[in-house]
C-alpha cells in the first residue's frame, strides 16, 4: 500500500510539473512517434572532435566547416523520461476527458444500466464490447469510465471488454480510419476490435472485484440517478467523485503502465519493431505483437505505425494485426485491469490479446489485407480544450497530492493511506 501511494505521488507531481512546462514547450505527437518506431531515421550533426588541419587555407579552400557525422543515440535514461513527460502531456487532456465524462455518466445512467452488465456469460460482454465501440474515448479515457462501470455494479469482464473495445477502434478512429485506410480497412479494424474485447472479458473472472466498492455504492440512498435531488446536484456529485476518488484510484496504475511503456520505448532501438517484424514466420509476428503490446500507442497512432510496417516489408496481415491489436491493450490498461480483478487476470487477458494478434495476421494473409494509405485526415480534441486540460489537471493532481499526503500522514501508523475503501468502511 505504502509503494502503492509513493506511485501515485509520483504520478500527480509530475503531471503538476508537466503542466507548467508543457505551455512553452513543444513536442513530438503520438502520431510522430509511432511513425519513428516504424522507421529509423538518421540525423546528421557536426562532429565536434574533428580538428581543421593545419594546412587548410580558408582563401584557397573555402570556409572550413567541421564534416557530419550520424547522431549518437540519447541515454537510455534520456529517452526514458523524455518519453514519459511526452507521454503524461499527451493524456493529460484525454484523462480530463475521461474523468468529465465518468462523472456525467454516473448522473445520468440508471444503476440499472450498470448492473445489466453483471455476471458471466457473453451477453454482458457483448454489452461492454458494444459500449466501448460506440464511445468516441481514446486510450486513458476509458479507464476512468471502466472504474466507473465497475463501481456501479458492472462485472469486471464486461469492464475489460469496454476498456479493449474503446482503446481499440472506437467512433472517431472509424472516420480516422475511412480517411488513412479506406472503408473495408476500417470496418475490419472495428469488427476486430469488439472480437478482441469479448475475448478479453471472456478470460476475465466474472466474480473478482479488487475495488470492492459497487456494493457501497449501490447501497448508497444519494447515489445519483435517483428520485432525489436535482439533475445540477447529481451532475455535481459524480464530478466530484470522478475528480477526486477516481482519479486517486486509477494514478498508481496510469503512472506505473506509463512507466513501462516509456522503459520499453527507450531499450527499444531505432526501428526495432520493423527489424523484428522482418524476422518472418511464427517466431517473428509472435514477437513483434508481443513488443508492440505494452507500448502507449492510441487508436490513432497505430495506423502510421501499421502503414511504416507494410513500407518495411511486413506482411498485409502482420500490419493489419498490429493496427487491430496494439491499442487495445498497454501497460497503463493492464495495471488497471490487475487492480480490477487481480495479476492472474491481467496476465490472462494480456496473453488472449497477444495470441488472438497473432491469429488476426495469418487470418487477415489469407484474405490477401494490405494496409495501404489512400488519404489523409486530420482530428483529434480542440486545441482550446487542450491548452486548458493541462492546467487543470495541474490542479486535480496537487489537489491529489494533498489528500493523499494529509491521509497518508495522519494514518501512517496503521500503514493505511486513507483511501476511499478505507473511509467507506
Not at 470496418?187 to 478470460?203: D, E, H
Request: charged share 10%.
Amino acid at each position: 500500500m505504502v509503494a502503492m501511494v509513493c506511485a501515485a505521488r509520483a504520478f500527480v507531481w509530475s503531471l503538476t510539473v508537466l503542466s507548467i512546462l508543457s505551455v512553452g514547450l513543444g513536442h513530438d505527437s503520438c502520431c510522430a512517434k509511432a511513425a519513428m518506431v516504424g522507421e529509423s531515421e538518421v540525423t546528421m550533426v557536426p562532429d565536434m572532435n574533428a580538428r581543421k588541419p593545419e594546412d587548410w587555407d580558408d582563401e584557397e579552400d573555402g570556409p572550413w566547416e567541421r564534416p557530419l557525422i550520424p547522431k549518437p543515440p540519447d541515454a537510455v535514461v534520456t529517452i526514458f523520461f523524455r518519453d514519459l513527460l511526452n507521454t503524461l502531456e499527451d493524456a493529460s487532456p484525454w484523462l480530463l476527458l475521461g474523468l468529465l465524462l465518468s462523472g456525467v455518466v454516473k448522473a445520468v445512467t440508471p444503476t440499472s444500466f450498470a448492473q445489466q452488465m453483471r455476471g458471466s456469460g457473453g451477453l454482458p460482454l457483448a454489452k461492454g464490447a458494444f459500449l466501448g465501440l460506440m464511445s468516441p474515448l481514446c486510450s486513458c479515457s476509458a479507464l476512468p469510465m471502466a472504474l466507473g462501470l465497475v463501481t456501479a455494479g458492472a462485472s469486471p469482464g464486461a469492464a475489460v471488454a469496454f476498456v479493449v473495445s474503446a482503446q481499440a477502434a472506437g467512433v472517431d478512429s472509424l472516420l480516422f480510419t475511412v480517411g488513412i485506410l479506406g472503408l473495408r480497412c476500417a470496418i475490419a479494424r472495428t469488427l476486430a476490435a469488439g472480437l478482441l474485447g469479448m475475448a478479453a472479458g471472456f478470460v476475465t473472472p466474472s466474480g473478482a472485484n479488487g475495488l470492492n466498492r459497487s456494493s457501497k455504492r449501490m447501497a448508497d440512498p444519494d447515489a445519483c440517478p435517483s428520485t432525489s435531488g436535482s439533475w445540477l446536484q447529481c451532475v455535481g456529485r459524480g464530478l466530484q467523485e470522478a475528480l477526486t476518488d477516481d482519479f486517486d484510484e486509477i494514478a498508481p496504475s496510469l503512472m506505473l503502465g506509463f512507466s513501462i511503456a516509456s522503459l520499453l520505448a527507450a531499450l527499444l532501438p531505432a526501428g526495432g519493431l520493423a527489424q523484428i517484424a522482418l524476422l518472418g514466420g511464427l517466431w517473428g509476428r509472435a514477437s513483434a505483437i508481443a513488443v508492440a503490446l505494452p507500448l502507449q500507442f492510441c487508436e490513432h497512432a497505430s495506423v502510421p505505425l501499421a502503414v511504416a510496417l507494410q513500407k518495411a516489408g511486413a506482411t498485409g496481415g502482420l500490419s493489419f494485426a498490429v493496427l487491430a491489436s496494439l491499442p487495445a491493450i498497454n501497460s497503463a490498461s493492464i495495471a488497471l485491469v490487475a487492480q480490477l480483478a487481480g495479476l492472474r487476470a491481467a496476465l490472462q487477458v494480456l496473453l488472449m490479446i497477444w495470441l488472438c494478434g497473432i491469429s488476426l495476421s495469418y487470418i487477415a494473409d489469407f484474405a490477401n489485407a494490405e494496409v495501404v494509405q489512400v488519404g489523409h485526415s486530420h482530428d483529434g480534441l480542440p486545441q482550446w480544450f487542450v491548452y486548458i486540460s493541462k492546467p487543470l489537471m495541474g490542479v486535480i493532481a496537487s489537489l491529489s497530492v494533498w489528500r493523499l499526503s494529509s491521509f497518508g500522514t495522519a494514518t501512517r501508523a496503521t500503514g493505511c493511506s486513507g483511501c476511499k475503501g478505507c473511509k467507506e468502511q
